[in-house]
């Protein structure tokens, strides 16, 4: 069956340090993989999608990374900031040619002050 | 609009009663999507709304949920004979039709079934 794990549940960082994220997947082909953030009480929130052609994505402060030999995904945080905590999900398409994403469980970032 | 609008926020209803959760997409958005987050688990995909096509309810656990969407706007998902284990987060995103462009979420109605 298809999975996505995120291997942690709560990662804890202090501030100004790098925080790297990994999202794993089996069984999926996936052609894009997607990362949210998610605030308590809020929706998901659009953050980053890197292709599957593509090594590296980055906006501002924040890289992915896609390497589909590995089946992984890596989600970093530079110079990390309290206002960064919140969970962070990842996402796949079901499929080809489904528009439905697989969301992973996410991983509970917290930066220390 | 300028976001996805869900209402009500929060709801409390008595086991087996019906309830009725509302979206309001983002204007030309064709795409449309609820998912449900229970404590601790993930989002679990429910229903899918495409333009004029008919819907994906692969992702429905009962046939006491159902969902329709008029218009190709407003949705409404309705539980019928709620149960407790209904208790969840329920959210509703859109697109424009393609994922690759990022899913646009609410931020959802809590149910409380008691």
């Known amino acids: 069956s298809q999975k996505i794990e995120q291997n942690s549940e709560a990662l804890n960082i202090q501030e100004g340090k790098t925080a790297t994220l990994t999202c794993n997947y089996t069984n999926y082909s996936p052609a894009y993989l997607q990362w949210y953030r998610q605030d308590p009480g809020r929706g998901p929130v659009f953050l980053l999608l890197i292709r599957e052609n593509e090594k590296e994505k980055r906006k501002e402060r924040l890289k992915v990374t896609f390497d589909t030999t590995l089946k992984q995904s890596l989600f970093h945080i530079t110079a990390s900031q309290p206002a960064d905590s919140a969970t962070y999900l990842c996402?796949?398409?079901?499929?080809?040619?489904?528009?439905?994403?697989?969301f992973g469980k996410g991983t509970k970032l917290s930066v220390i002050p | 609009g300028a976001g996805v609008s869900q209402s009500p926020s929060n709801k409390v209803t008595e086991k087996g009663k019906d309830v009725e959760l509302r979206c309001d997409p983002i204007s030309g958005h064709t795409a449309l999507y609820w998912y449900r987050q229970s404590l601790g688990q993930g989002l679990e995909f429910l229903i899918y709304f495409q333009g004029n096509s008919a819907p994906d309810k692969s992702g429905l656990p009962s046939d006491r949920f159902s969902a329709e969407r008029t218009g190709g706007s407003v949705s409404t998902l309705t539980i019928q004979r709620t149960q407790q284990e209904d208790s969840a987060v329920y959210l509703c995103?859109?697109?424009?039709?393609?994922?690759?462009?990022?899913?646009?979420f609410g931020s959802g109605t809590r149910l409380t079934v008691v």
């Open positions: 995103a859109s697109t424009g039709g393609r994922a690759n462009y990022g899913y646009t």
């Open positions: 996402a796949l398409l079901r499929g080809a040619g489904s528009y439905q994403l697989t």
